[in-house]
């Protein structure tokens, strides 16, 4: 069934792999929605080429993230491990594309930064920066956004343990925040769902 787009996507998927021709190394067409991946060689060239050929005209970035693929689903890491994920918007022509590219080497991720051709990129660089130690080459002021510059590791990456490395308090003595060693230990909560007769002055049906 047909979903109402500003733009045919089987045809939005032709018109943005004639733009990249070979920069393309494959695409999915999934829920109307348009994914293309590129090979981090060519990365920044098959950006500035989504956001100036004509019939694409990707002018504004509307996010940036990174994605951590080791055990992704459930299942044994295939293939490389970060990756680069943009939304892009045309305001002129309303549509969007979802551009991948993979860092190639796992145990250092390094991609180039886009910031030169999309400013908003700055910020949302640094958070992939921060979160999943993303390198991007290139970017003027690559320092940690969300956590202090003193943080240890990388929360967002799956082999970050829930409860951190260290915990960080105020010290009245010292007069001034010093971390120590986690002191809650990490369990496992299920909530628990309660079901009473009357219970806050409502009849509740047992099930």
Sequence with gaps: MMTDYAIDPVQLQATVLAALGDLAASSVLRLGELSVVVNV????????????????????????????????????????RY???LHLLSVSLNQRVRLKV??????SPVVPSV????????WFEREAFDLFGIVFEGHDDLRRILTDYGFVGHPFRKDFPVSGHVEMRYDAEQ?????????????????RI?????????AVEQI
């Design 115 to 122: 910031c030169d051709i999309w400013s908003a990129a700055n």
């Design 41 to 80: 060689a060519h990365y920044a060239k098959a950006a500035k080429l989504l956001r100036d050929a004509p019939g694409c005209r990707f002018e504004q970035l509307i996010d940036l993230c990174g994605v951590d693929y080791a055990t992704y689903k459930d299942q044994p890491q295939s293939g490389l």
């Design 175 to 191: 007069k001034r925040v010093v971390y120590q060693p986690v002191t809650i230990e990490p369990r496992e909560i299920t909530p």
């Design 83 to 85: 990756c680069v994920v």
């Design 102 to 107: 993979f860092a190639p080497d796992d145990l």
């Design 194 to 202: 309660i079901r009473e007769n009357n219970y806050g002055g409502f």
